[in-house]
């Protein structure tokens, strides 16, 4: 019923600059907080950054100053801007988003396909 579809990772030496978006699309009356996730291998998935639908937003201690999250309601996307990479920020990316379906009222969490980053010399 939605989806969310990322785009923008790829491969990055460390200092540069990378921008991920993620649109969703479906059958959503509205969307409540959306935010990027990542996980590196070996270890679990943690946050990255989130947004509330008002523009309130919180950030993982290790990307604060370096990344920051934006969102267009209008258009229901969600982007990640990415500066100063480390090799450390190597991970997949993934796109999340807190979703109140049109049919039923009802929310669900709903995540992307994942876009993975990485950052190397």
């Known amino acids: 019923q939605v989806q969310l579809v990322e785009s923008g990772g790829g491969l990055v030496q460390p200092g540069g600059s990378l921008r991920l978006s993620c649109a969703a699309s479906?059958?959503?009356?509205?969307?409540?907080?959306m935010g990027w996730w990542r996980q590196a291998p070996g270890k679990e998935r943690e946050l990255v950054a989130t947004?509330?639908?008002?523009?309130?937003?919180n950030y993982a201690t290790s990307v604060k100053g370096r990344f920051t999250i934006s969102r267009d309601n209008a258009k229901n996307t969600v982007s990640l801007q990415m500066y100063n990479l480390k090799p450390e920020d190597t991970a997949v990316y993934y796109c999340n988003a807190r979703v109140v379906l049109a049919t039923t009222r009802s929310r669900i969490n709903t995540w992307g396909q994942g876009t993975q980053v990485t950052v190397s010399s």
């Open positions: 947004i509330t639908s008002a523009g309130s937003t």
């Open positions: 479906g059958s959503m009356f509205s969307i409540d907080a």
